[in-house]
């Protein structure tokens, strides 16, 4: 009599759970469409874009040199400023196209080798590195990991460009950082320019976030949100280790598995 009583209430239970596990695959199934609608959108919208971009920057250098006999100082003041602003948005559709792609695109992870990653950037901003006589500094050795190769040498451009933009006219030293933590591989990237608050570390990692140091400079504030993305990806993260005063220290985690 016992189990007579039970297998009504057993069966509504069973009937709750399927039905919750059909909810939970619909919802996961919508997520999924919604997120590919959200990519075709995305890489639609920055298609469509670049082409008015580079337009733009085009036609304003035609006039610039065709007419130059005919434009006065303040006409030639406004060509440069839509040169200007036009350049911004390359850069900034650019860094949208590679958020997504840090975010997005599937990985493909092979073994790498870092020394021969950190040559190319070496060499990538050797006219600035050398024009402001800043120094380099790397590990005379650092051991191959697995990852995805492009995904690693934009961490590396993106952490080196932004010392190299934020740093300041004080920025003498770059120095690349190397060890392992348990399961992971620690890379750093510190310098000794301009510090950054710490209440501002954790929110310029965000996008369209930037350091209390960037009001005056260019920049798209994409940069770091992209590195974390990617750190994200490989079973990592990344932090700064921040100072208000001088110097400041990057560091991403990549999973060793």
Known sequence: MRVQAESPHL????????FEIAERRRVEEGLRDNLEKFKIFTYSIIHDLR???????????????????????????????ILRASEHLSVLIEQVNSYVAAKK????????????????????????????????????SIPAIKADKVAILRVFRNLVDNSLKYGGEGLNVIEIGYRESGEHHIFSVCDDGVGIKREHSEKIFEMFERSNTSENLSGTGLGLAIV??????????????????????FCISISQS
């Open 11 to 18: 069966a509504k239970t069973i009937a709750v759970l399927l």
């Open 51 to 81: 082409g008015p971009a580079m337009g733009i920057c085009g036609l304003t250098q035609l006039l610039q040199k065709q007419y130059a006999n005919v434009l006065d100082y303040r006409a030639k003041q406004y060509c440069d400023q």
């Open 105 to 140: 695109l599937p990985l493909k992870v092979d073994k790498i080798d870092i020394k021969e990653i950190l040559q190319a950037i070496r060499d990538e901003f050797s006219i600035l590195l050398d024009s402001r006589q800043i120094r380099w500094l790397e590990p005379a």
């Open 228 to 249: 974390k993305e990617i750190a994200k990806r490989h079973g990592g993260k990344v932090w700064v280790e921040a100072s208000a005063e001088r110097g400041k220290t």
